[in-house]
């Protein structure tokens, strides 16, 4: 029998059976969020333990496997303010740093990705898959050599975020 939220049958609301459906689509298919500001504010804010539920802010690995949140993109972002006062290429490599110890301090939660092939056998097993953005292109410090640099860092996409 087909799932219907118009199914009389069900002791439960309309609203209850959505839920319960987006809840099991949540679960089934991969789901990916291109930025989630955790490297910056564990920057600000000290050092959490993302591994578990946490009061403050909006990731953590608990509420991400709960809500089936499995590729959420790790923004790298350095305000363009560095770009006078310089060093944004060493925040943004310490910002990374944060990122691939927080894999390597729960390797059986978090897994930096790679590829979309990467993320897909990373969530198969199991885990988040974490890749990486950057957001603002500051930490290039206007060389272009700094993107391939970057690429090897785990960089694999770049946000602008300059307003017009």
Not at 44 to 60: I, N, Y
Not at 109 to 132: C, D, Q, R, T
């Amino acid at each position: 029998m087909a799932w219907s939220v118009w199914d009389k049958t069900k002791s439960e609301s309309s609203e209850e059976l959505l839920m319960d459906k987006a809840n099991e689509l949540a679960q089934k298919f991969i789901i990916t969020d291109g930025h989630i500001d955790v490297p910056w504010r564990l920057n600000k804010g000290g050092h959490e333990d993302l591994s578990v539920r946490t009061e403050g802010g909006d990731f953590d690995y608990v509420r991400a496997k709960e809500g089936g949140l499995d590729v959420p993109f790790m923004s790298i972002y350095v305000p363009s303010s560095y770009q006078v006062t310089g060093g944004a290429k060493a925040k943004a490599d310490s910002l990374i740093d944060m990122v691939k110890k927080m894999a390597d301090d729960h390797p059986d939660k978090f897994e930096v990705a790679y590829s979309p092939e990467n993320a897909e056998a990373i969530v198969a097993a199991g885990k988040i898959a974490l890749p990486m953005g950057m957001e603002n292109g500051a930490p290039l410090e206007g060389d272009l050599a700094n993107v391939a640099y970057f690429h090897e860092r785990g960089i694999r996409i770049y946000i602008n975020t300059c307003k017009r």
